[in-house]
């Protein structure tokens, strides 16, 4: 009977494949006077030749020659369904050949085709938004802002209709995306002064067009310019605007912007509802090695470190990495910031239990210490980047950071060495980000928090005093007296008031500032409590008040029993059978809370 036929071991190829790896396998000499029939194949038949050809690796120099016609990899790109597939190949044709990304560049040239009719220029137009998208999926920011600039060019030669506007604002959405990852602010402001003036264009000729993307880029431009109130306003607008029938991407890039809005608000609850439905719908529409989806990964590893879930974050942030490593070279900008990520996820980890130079087992990446993925990310970012660019900052204080913490448990001389080494650092970081934000930025604040942490670890304790008071300035005169960050430089001057300098009464007040600020934000669980309860605990016995040093020593066995339930009783970081909710039910729970 038939159900009962036991399946072949070995299933024989199908017609198809036959004639595929046919092709494949002649394309030495034989092979070179049908190449340029190539073209003229189905998209999806012509893309299985050359990634099988590319597989097999025995052609490299025709591959490297082939995908370097923009006639041919336009016509790859348009087969959405094997986008990682493409990112392999292009990723490992760049690394092969320098110029490879630039010879795509020139041969996209709009400035031939000004006098051709409409069809043709809309043709070009699109084929320069999809190579624009793929090279920014890739982390080739300069090139594909390069691209997008040509496009935009031919958009604003027909700009007589609201459909020609509407197609001006997608490049300018296109732009301002590349232009804020690549920490463009000069560029990207402008960019954003130009979309807006499209958008009074529209609303007043009363066309119908959805905004949800681009109010999502203008959030992103304003967190990364660590401006928190705009960074959530234009989020708001953005999920206000998100509609059923929007691509999935566009949905998945407003939830997952929106969530880290709420996190810098502190809206925890909210942040995770978006960002859960953001990484069940990249998870069904995108391959698990998809840059959607990694993105989704990396933004819900920031929310759960935010939200005191660090072990989860670790492995989130992990995962990650690892799933860009197996799209992209690991000199790849993309990797680069995943490393870094994972190395202050790893750095925060470890900063609980104080081991900072254990290597962690069943690692999935082979950079096993937060030491050592800083290094190889700045290693690769430092190659890749201007070495004035802003986003060294990060990482130089991600490594910073690291030092700091393996000096304080070294020898007295390496000690000294690695603290002058840490202090270089977070100069450089300061010195970057205030060229790029000036005085009055949260990033700036934090980075004299860290000055101020470095000082005390060095001995330096007036520096280290001002340095926390600039921070909780900055911080108050932004975020306002309650938010978390000013929280946490009140935690750090408390510090330094009650081991170093004996500011006993100066430090209990702000001790206990802190601590109502952390119970109002995360409950009596939140892992940050336990320096504020041992800093008390301190200060009470160098005060000789027995009556309060035993209260707080009650308090934080109580904090430990809870800290201990609290952990127990975290979900997985992530449900593998979780599916999205119907977007309205999702933006009905947002907004009703």
């Given amino acids: 009977m038939a159900e009962n036929v036991e399946p072949l071991v070995h299933s024989p190829k199908s017609l198809y494949e036959l004639c595929v790896a046919r092709i494949v396998a002649s394309t030495g000499g034989d092979f070179i006077p049908y190449l340029d029939y190539l073209i003229y194949l189905p998209k999806e038949v012509m893309f299985d030749v050359y990634y099988q050809v590319y597989k097999a690796g025995t052609h490299p120099f025709?591959?490297?020659?082939?995908?370097?016609?923009?006639?041919?990899?336009?016509?790859?790109?348009?087969?959405?369904?094997?986008?990682?597939?493409?990112?392999?190949?292009?990723?490992?044709?760049?690394?092969?050949?320098?110029?490879?990304?630039?010879?795509?560049?020139?041969?996209?040239?709009?400035?031939?085709?000004?006098?051709?009719?409409?069809?043709?220029?809309?043709?070009?137009?699109?084929?320069?938004?999809?190579?624009?998208?793929?090279?920014?999926?890739?982390?080739?920011?300069?090139?594909?802002?390069?691209?997008?600039?040509?496009c935009l060019r031919l958009c604003l030669l027909s700009s007589s209709t609201p459909q020609h506007w509407c197609r001006i604002l997608e490049c300018y959405h296109r732009l301002l995306h590349v232009q804020?990852?690549?920490?463009?602010?000069?560029?990207?402001?402008?960019?954003?002064?130009?979309?807006?003036?499209?958008?009074?264009?529209?609303?007043e000729a009363k066309f119908d067009c959805n905004y949800a993307a681009l109010y999502s880029e203008f959030s992103m431009l304003h967190y990364m310019r660590n401006e928190y109130d705009e960074t959530y306003r234009w989020?708001?607008?953005?999920?206000?605007?998100?509609?059923?029938?929007?691509?999935?991407?566009?949905?998945?890039?407003?939830?997952?912007?929106?969530?880290?809005?709420?996190?810098?608000?502190?809206?925890?609850?909210?942040?995770?509802?978006?960002?859960?439905?953001?990484?069940?719908?990249?998870?069904?529409?995108?391959?698990?090695?998809?840059?959607?989806?990694?993105n989704v990964l990396i933004d819900y590893g920031y929310y759960l470190l935010n939200f005191d879930s660090l072990f989860h974050s670790v492995n989130v942030y992990e995962e990650a990495l690892s799933l860009r490593k197996s799209v992209f070279s690991e000199f790849n900008l993309n990797v680069a910031l995943a490393l870094e990520n994972f190395a202050y996820a790893l750095y925060v980890h470890e900063y609980t239990s104080g081991s900072f130079e254990v290597a962690?087992?069943?690692?999935?990446?082979?950079?096993?210490?937060?030491?050592?993925?800083?290094?190889?990310?700045?290693?690769?970012?430092?190659?890749?980047?201007?070495?004035?660019?802003?986003?060294?900052?990060?990482?130089?204080?991600?490594?910073?950071?690291?030092?700091?913490?393996?000096?304080?448990?070294?020898?007295?001389?390496?000690?000294?060495?690695?603290?002058i080494a840490a202090?270089?650092?977070?100069?450089?970081?300061?010195?970057?980000?205030?060229?790029?934000?000036?005085?009055?930025?949260?990033?700036?604040?934090?980075?004299?928090?860290?000055?101020?942490?470095?000082?005390?670890?060095?001995?330096?304790?007036?520096?280290?005093?001002?340095?926390?008071?600039?921070?909780?300035?900055?911080?108050?005169?932004?975020?306002?007296?309650?938010?978390?960050?000013?929280?946490?430089?009140?935690?750090?001057?408390?510090?330094?008031?009650?081991?170093?300098?004996?500011?006993?009464?100066?430090?209990?007040?702000?001790?206990?500032?802190?601590?109502a600020i952390n119970l109002k934000l995360f409950g009596e669980s939140y892992s940050g409590l336990e320096y504020d309860y041992r800093g008390l605990i301190h200060l009470y016995t160098q005060m000789h008040e027995d009556d309060k040093k035993m209260e707080y020593e009650t308090t934080l066995i109580n904090w430990r029993i809870l800290r201990f339930e609290h952990i127990q009783a975290e979900d997985p970081p992530i449900d593998h059978q979780g599916r999205p909710l119907p977007l309205e039910e999702v933006l009905d729970a947002f907004f009703s809370t």
């Fill in 62 to 150: 025709f591959i490297l020659t082939e995908l370097c016609r923009f006639e041919v990899f336009s016509k790859m790109l348009a087969v959405t369904s094997r986008r990682v597939d493409l990112f392999k190949c292009f990723e490992d044709c760049a690394q092969s050949v320098p110029r490879f990304k630039d010879e795509l560049i020139i041969q996209y040239s709009p400035c031939s085709c000004v006098n051709v009719n409409l069809a043709a220029r809309e043709r070009l137009i699109n084929a320069g938004l999809i190579l624009g998208g793929f090279l920014s999926d890739a982390g080739w920011y300069p090139q594909s802002e390069n691209i997008l600039l040509k």
């Fill in 180 to 203: 804020a990852a690549y920490c463009s602010f000069k560029c990207a402001e402008e960019t954003q002064n130009c979309a807006l003036v499209i958008v009074k264009r529209l609303k």
């Fill in 235 to 294: 989020s708001i607008k953005a999920l206000k605007q998100l509609k059923p029938t929007l691509p999935a991407r566009i949905t998945i890039d407003v939830l997952r912007q929106a969530a880290k809005s709420c996190v810098l608000k502190r809206k925890l609850q909210k942040a995770g509802l978006l960002i859960r439905q953001a990484l069940y719908l990249a998870r069904q529409e995108f391959e698990k090695n998809h840059p959607v989806y990694t």
């Fill in 360 to 419: 962690r087992s069943q690692c999935l990446s082979p950079y096993s210490t937060s030491r050592e993925c800083v290094l190889k990310a700045r290693d690769t970012m430092e190659s890749l980047l201007p070495g004035d660019h802003l986003l060294l900052a990060s990482t130089r204080r991600v490594h910073a950071l690291i030092l700091e913490e393996i000096a304080i448990n070294d020898t007295a001389l390496m000690r000294t060495s690695l603290l």
């Fill in 423 to 515: 202090a270089n650092l977070h100069r450089s970081a300061l010195n970057l980000s205030r060229k790029a934000f000036g005085e009055s930025n949260v990033q700036i604040a934090k980075h004299y928090g860290n000055l101020g942490r470095l000082y005390q670890s060095m001995g330096k304790f007036q520096e280290a005093a001002a340095m926390h008071t600039k921070a909780i300035r900055i911080k108050e005169e932004l975020l306002g007296p309650d938010d978390f960050e000013v929280g946490l430089s009140i935690g750090h001057l408390a510090s330094l008031y009650n081991f170093d300098m004996k500011r006993y009464e100066d430090a209990e007040r702000l001790y206990h500032r802190s601590i």
